[in-house]
């Protein structure tokens, strides 16, 4: 098939088969190589929706289709990279459609720096953004249920999705949302294709409740999966599917829209900043700086500081000239403290407040308290920048790191991880894998209840 051609006749954005761009999307933030046979940008919904009637029309005889839609590729697990089709986004679909300061919808190629600038204007932000975030975009986010600095806080961005529009595998387009048990039985009764999503998807997970709910992991981070324990809750009533495709990576369906919560921004903020000489003693320091309760609790190693030391000048064109002088001067200090040793770890301790000075009463009190420790945890130095200004130059260092480390270092990746997801949802949705790039038989999504318990 010359799936170009095929395509063409029913696609309005762009498509592409050069080699040249077809390396360029082989790739994402992991360290894995698939190369798409077609890369798309799509103009709107009925373009997305086009690709899946096609692929669904022609997976039986030509089985190595498939879908992934695709951000900014900044995911770290292979979830933006596929063999067939790739849709980027970033292109067209990147309107933001209505903000206001309580909530906001979005396309999903947006990019989130672009984002907040038009949230902040409202006084508020989508607080779950990760440490990519000047790279990234909403619809990534959503799709890797993201959450960075301030997920201590905040916690993730499945907390603050209230809506998606999806296409699923009939090529349809959906708009799902958390829905009362009246709402959840007129669904189920439906008699079509949706209603048979949500009744089967009921009965899988009403059926296996208890089960499902005691396999949720006791962590204070879950990202990427399918989220079955989040979806329903017998207590509320509240039946939310947007909690299972939030993290889903594009493998139930396509999301070409997102309503988002926002929250306030927090008027003044500051940092207390630890250099530590090495990593023993974590297990004991950890608990202590929580105790504390602070907004975000981040780090970065002496690796991370030798590389943004090493392409300073790369700061340049991301900051801008006055940006980046700023930066040299405030750095002037941290420069001398490496005379007395280079630390194995940095610690960013930050804290909010309605005022600056209880900002900085709470860094002052971290401070204090961490004083007397000072020889058992090892720690030499600490920094207080207890105001937005001080505490830049870290973030500064802490986010770009990442857009450093993917375009100046070309013989080092991310180490890769493998975790499960369950095979009777995804099939529901996606029943011929066409949002599956990886070809996975059903052998490898055959797993019991107790593995899967077990492999979280």
């Known amino acids: 098939m010359d799936l170009q051609a095929e395509l063409s006749k029913i696609f309005q954005g762009d498509l592409d088969t050069t080699d040249e761009l077809r390396e360029f999307y082989s790739h994402d933030a992991s360290l894995f190589e698939l190369k798409p046979q077609v890369v798309g940008f799509p103009k709107s919904t009925q373009d997305v929706q086009n690709v899946v009637r096609f692929v669904t029309a022609n997976k039986q005889a030509y089985p190595e289709l498939s879908i992934v839609p695709r951000g900014r590729g900044t995911d770290m697990s292979g979830g933006a990279i596929g063999q067939s089709v790739v849709l980027d986004f970033s292109k ?85 949302r958390p829905i009362n048990r009246e709402e959840l039985t007129a669904k189920m009764n439906q008699g079509d294709f949706e209603g048979n999503l949500y009744a089967r998807t009921f009965e899988l997970l009403d059926a296996h409740y208890d089960e499902i709910q005691a396999a949720k992991p006791k962590v204070s981070k879950d990202s ?14 509240i039946f939310d599917l947007t909690k299972l495709f939030v993290g889903a990576q594009g493998t139930l369906g396509i999301i070409t829209d997102i309503k988002f919560k926002l929250v306030p921004a927090r008027k003044h903020s500051g940092l207390l900043v630890l250099f530590l000489k090495n990593s023993n003693d974590l297990g004991e320091l950890i608990p202590k700086v929580l105790e504390h309760k602070p907004a975000t609790f981040e780090s970065f190693d002496d690796k991370t500081l030798w590389l943004s030391i090493r392409f300073m000048p790369s700061f340049l064109k991301m900051l801008g000239p006055v940006r980046f002088i700023h930066l040299l001067i405030t750095l002037i200090p941290d420069g001398l403290q490496l005379l007395h040793g280079i630390p194995k770890l940095i610690l960013l301790v930050e804290f909010n407040g309605e005022t600056a000075e209880e900002v900085r009463e709470k860094v002052k009190a971290l401070h204090k308290d961490l004083k007397g420790q000072r020889a058992r945890y090892e720690i030499n130095g600490f920094e207080e920048a207890a105001s937005e200004g001080k505490s830049e130059k870290f973030w500064i260092l802490r986010r770009n790191s990442f857009q450093i ?17 369950f095979k009777d949802v995804k099939q529901l949705y996606d029943p011929q894998n066409i949002f599956n790039p990886h070809k996975k038989t059903d052998a490898d999504w055959d797993f019991s209840y107790e593995h899967i318990r077990q492999s979280f």
Not at 116 to 128: A, C, F, M, N, Y
Not at 229 to 235: G, K, L
Not at 405 to 421: E, F, N, W
């Open 224 to 237: 990427t999966g399918y989220h079955l324990w989040n979806v329903w809750n017998r207590e509320t009533g």
């Open 405 to 421: 480390l993917r375009s100046k270092v070309k013989d080092k990746h991310t180490a890769p991880y493998i975790d499960s997801y």
């Open 92 to 176: 067209y679909m990147k309107q933001l459609h209505e903000v206001t300061p309580e909530s906001a919808r979005v396309q999903p190629g947006m990019l989130f720096r672009e984002f907040d600038v038009e949230t902040l204007k409202q006084g508020s932000i989508l607080p779950s953004y990760p440490a990519s975030r000047d790279m990234a975009s909403v619809g990534g986010m959503a799709s890797n249920n993201s959450g960075g600095e301030k997920s201590l806080e905040y916690g993730k961005t499945d907390n603050f999705v209230s809506e998606l529009s999806v296409v699923l595998s009939d090529g349809n387009e959906y708009v799902i």
